[in-house]
């Protein structure tokens, strides 16, 4: 209980670093005045993809890339923005997209896992509460379930590490190579990316741990019976 909680704390004061940067990077314009909207599509061109289209979806930082309908989907700060942290957001969904057009094999491996994650994320929390109270007294097998079930999301947030990570590194590649952002913005541009990986690295860590602590539970009940 006491290493979720840390790791619960961390990942709050890292969300709200990122919060902080991000708004901060949206208010330092673009030299170009170039939009979120304008540089997705712009670099989609670059990198020859034609069949993703750019759209607006409501929600701060709810910037995504959804490969089944194939649209880079950027928030209206985002969209319509003319800032550092636009542009970085804005390249780095369409780095997705280039790692789908691309058959980036993690990128195929978590659309793969999604349906799968979808289920046992939905189950995961009440099996391992039932398996718990049934590990105590005797029984681990449902425990084992829940597990397993969580094994599954835990991996699908690994697999999600590299595909951020290598969506951030396509982004900025080209952020500097089409100077879309000077030399002054581009560091900020890359700042900002750092910190929106390390919530995926939180996550990630926080997950592998708690699937340990339930395994030794699980260890524990098995000595025990």
Same mark, same amino acid.
């Given at each position: 209980?006491?290493?979720?909680?840390?790791?619960?704390g961390?990942?709050?004061?890292?969300?709200?670093?990122?919060?902080?940067?991000?708004?901060?990077?949206?208010?330092?314009?673009?030299?170009?005045?170039?939009?979120?909207?304008?540089?997705?599509?712009?670099?989609?061109?670059?990198?020859?993809?034609?069949?993703?289209?750019?759209?607006?979806?409501?929600?701060f930082?709810?910037?995504?890339?959804?490969?089944?309908?194939?649209?880079?989907?950027?928030?209206?700060?985002?969209?319509?923005?003319?800032?550092?942290?636009? #542009?970085?957001? =804005?390249?780095?969904?369409?780095?997705?997209?280039?790692q789908h @057009? *691309?058959?980036? $094999?993690?990128? %195929? +491996?978590?659309?793969?896992?999604?349906?799968?994650v979808?289920?046992?994320?939905?189950?995961?929390?009440?099996v391992?509460?039932?398996?718990?109270?049934?590990?105590?007294?005797g029984?681990?097998?449902?425990?084992?379930?829940?597990?397993?079930?969580?094994?599954?999301?835990?991996?699908?947030?690994?697999?999600?590490?590299?595909?951020?990570?290598d969506?951030s590194?396509?982004?900025?590649?080209?952020?500097?190579?089409?100077?879309?952002?000077?030399?002054?913005?581009?560091?900020? #541009?890359?700042? =900002?990316?750092?910190?929106?990986?390390?919530?995926?690295?939180? @996550? *990630?860590?926080? $997950?592998?741990? %708690? +699937?340990i602590?339930?395994?030794?539970?699980?260890?524990?009940s098995r000595?025990?019976?």
């Amino acid at each position: 209980m006491l290493v979720s909680l840390v790791f619960l704390g961390i990942s709050m004061l890292v969300s709200l670093v990122l919060k902080s940067k991000f708004t901060k990077y949206a208010k330092v314009p673009l030299s170009n005045g170039m939009t979120g909207r304008e540089i997705a599509e712009k670099m989609l061109r670059e990198n020859g993809i034609y069949d993703v289209k750019v759209t607006s979806v409501d929600g701060f930082l709810s910037d995504h890339y959804n490969p089944a309908n194939r649209t880079v989907n950027l928030s209206p700060e985002v969209y319509n923005g003319n800032s550092v942290a636009a #542009a970085a957001v =804005a390249a780095h969904e369409c780095g997705h997209a280039v790692q789908h @057009a *691309a058959a980036y $094999a993690p990128l %195929t +491996l978590r659309s793969r896992l999604v349906p799968v994650v979808q289920i046992s994320s939905g189950l995961v929390n009440l099996v391992l509460l039932v398996g718990v109270i049934m590990a105590y007294s005797g029984n681990p097998t449902v425990l084992l379930v829940g597990i397993i079930l969580m094994a599954l999301t835990v991996l699908f947030t690994l697999v999600t590490l590299p595909v951020e990570f290598d969506a951030s590194k396509r982004a900025l590649v080209w952020l500097n190579r089409t100077n879309v952002t000077n030399s002054i913005e581009y560091p900020m #541009a890359k700042d =900002a990316l750092k910190w929106a990986a390390t919530t995926y690295v939180v @996550a *990630a860590l926080a $997950a592998v741990v %708690t +699937l340990i602590q339930y395994i030794m539970i699980y260890m524990g009940s098995r000595d025990r019976s």
